[in-house]
């Protein structure tokens, strides 16, 4: 079965960075477009950014374009995400996740779309 486990949460001071990482196993990672997702507490999950299977297209929440990079080694079935310049209300559980073979472009940002889900990452970023 597909399993996901994401890492490299933890504290860090407003303005820090870190950088999350999601393996992946049981699927074509290959093939795969991959997606990070983050919920605050008391909020909805939010899409923070997606990567294409070859890591040809790439795409960013508004809020966090700039900051955050996400990128991939097929050859380690992992995706990253790197946070720079954090800031307090980015404070998370952050997700990656596995988008839907057949969705089209202007769909890729939604929740719905992605089919499997890791347990997260916690992120907390203090003021």
């Known amino acids: ?10 504290l860090v001071q407003a303005g820090g960075s870190l950088r999350l990482s999601c393996v992946a196993s049981g699927l074509t990672f290959s ?3 991959m997606g990070w ?6 909020k909805e999950r939010e ?14 929440a508004d809020s966090v374009r700039g900051r955050f990079t996400i990128s991939r080694e097929n050859a380690k079935n992992t995706v990253y995400l ?4 954090l800031k307090p209300e980015e404070t998370a559980t952050y ?3 596995v988008l839907r073979s057949s969705t089209i ?20 970023v203090s003021p």
Not at 2 to 9: A, F, I, K
Not at 37 to 42: D, E, K, V
Not at 47 to 60: C, D, E, L, Q, S
């Open 1 to 10: 079965q597909v399993q996901l486990v994401e890492s490299g949460g933890g």
């Open 31 to 33: 093939r795969s477009t």
């Open 37 to 42: 997702f983050r919920q605050a507490p008391g």
């Open 47 to 60: 899409f923070v950014a997606y990567i294409t299977w070859n890591g040809g297209r790439t795409a960013y």
């Open 82 to 85: 790197q946070m720079n310049n």
């Open 95 to 97: 997700y990656c996740a």
């Open 105 to 124: 472009l202007s769909e890729m940002r939604s929740e719905s779309r992605y089919d499997y889900w890791g347990h997260g990452t916690q992120v907390t």
